[in-house]
């Protein structure tokens, strides 16, 4: 059984809505606060990075926005160590998917082309500036899950896919982590 496109944005949306919906409640309720994330997070020891990463990376292949385990690494690990966790993460989240989806690709396959003109544009430069085609493409779309799996279906090498989304990526984690201790 196949829904429809607009089935599935219903369903997405419910399922957005749900989740939103019970974590105010378990935020209004008290169940989850500041203290027991910390008390929950401290029990966890080293290992809680190590999780925090692994939530990250498997939030990237259904979607989650890379972003905001960027911030909640920050809110949760402090500076020094959210920022490690962010990028690492980041890192791991951009690249897991492209390294799977490049397995799974079929030989001979065609690369997919954005319909977007801007994008498409981007696309293009993968052939004759790859490094600087993926740097501004993570400048403009960070932890983008989708992105990861386009590039994957285009001749780009791996190392210049890496290379570039490290460099595109430092700084905007950098920026969140500052940003963040502004609100703290």
Aim: proline content about 7%.
């Amino acid at each position: 059984m196949k829904l429809s496109r607009t089935a599935r944005r219903v369903l997405l949306g419910l399922f957005a809505a749900a989740f939103v919906g019970g974590a105010v409640y378990l935020w209004r309720t008290g169940a989850v606060t500041p203290t027991t994330v910390a008390a929950w997070l401290e029990s966890l020891g080293p290992a809680a990075p190590v999780l925090f990463i692994a939530a990250f990376v498997a939030g990237s292949f259904v979607g989650l926005p890379g972003m905001a385990f960027v911030i909640g690494g920050r809110l949760a690990f402090g500076p020094y160590v959210g920022f490690v966790v962010g990028f690492g993460g980041g890192m791991l989240a951009v690249t897991v998917p492209f390294v799977i989806a490049r397995r799974m690709r079929r030989a001979g396959s065609d690369p997919w082309r954005p319909k977007q003109r801007h994008l498409r544009r981007m696309f293009d430069m993968l052939e004759t500036h790859p490094f600087r085609a993926v740097l501004a493409l993570r400048l403009v779309l960070w932890f983008n899950p989708p992105l990861s799996y386009a590039l994957a279906f285009t001749t780009l090498p791996l190392r210049t896919y890496v290379a570039a989304c490290a460099l595109a990526l430092a700084p905007v984690v950098l920026i969140a982590m500052i940003a963040t201790s502004w609100f703290l």
